[in-house]
């Protein structure tokens, strides 16, 4: 007959304390524990991926964005440069009439 402890403490911060009397037993969950510890482990490993995943989506569609806010600068620029000719056109219109009608 074997008397065995176990005190485990797992990342998350839980604690266990373990006594078992058997030696059937205490294999059992010797075994036991080293499958949650691997499957605790996968888990984590998984989490870490997907956040992982996540992060370099997130990246992507900023390089996107970059990629498109010069070509969107460009645009509303040349817009501007447009209407800035056509109220000078308008301005210059005017100011023919204006002297038109001054002179007359």
Do not use: W
Request: glycine share 6%; hydrophobic share 45%.
């Amino acid at each position: 007959m074997f008397i065995i402890g176990l005190n485990i403490v797992h990342d998350s911060g839980m604690y266990v304390n373990i006594v078992h009397i058997t030696e059937r037993g205490m294999f059992k969950t010797l075994f036991t524990l080293a499958r949650g510890a691997a499957a605790a482990a996968e888990e984590e490993i998984n989490d870490r991926h997907a956040l992982l995943d996540q992060q370099v989506r997130d990246a992507a569609a900023v390089v996107e964005r970059g990629k498109r806010a010069p070509a969107i600068a460009i645009a509303h620029d040349e817009d501007e440069g447009r209407r800035l000719e056509a109220t000078i056109a308008c301005i210059t219109d005017l100011e023919e009439v204006l002297l038109e009608g001054a002179r007359t």
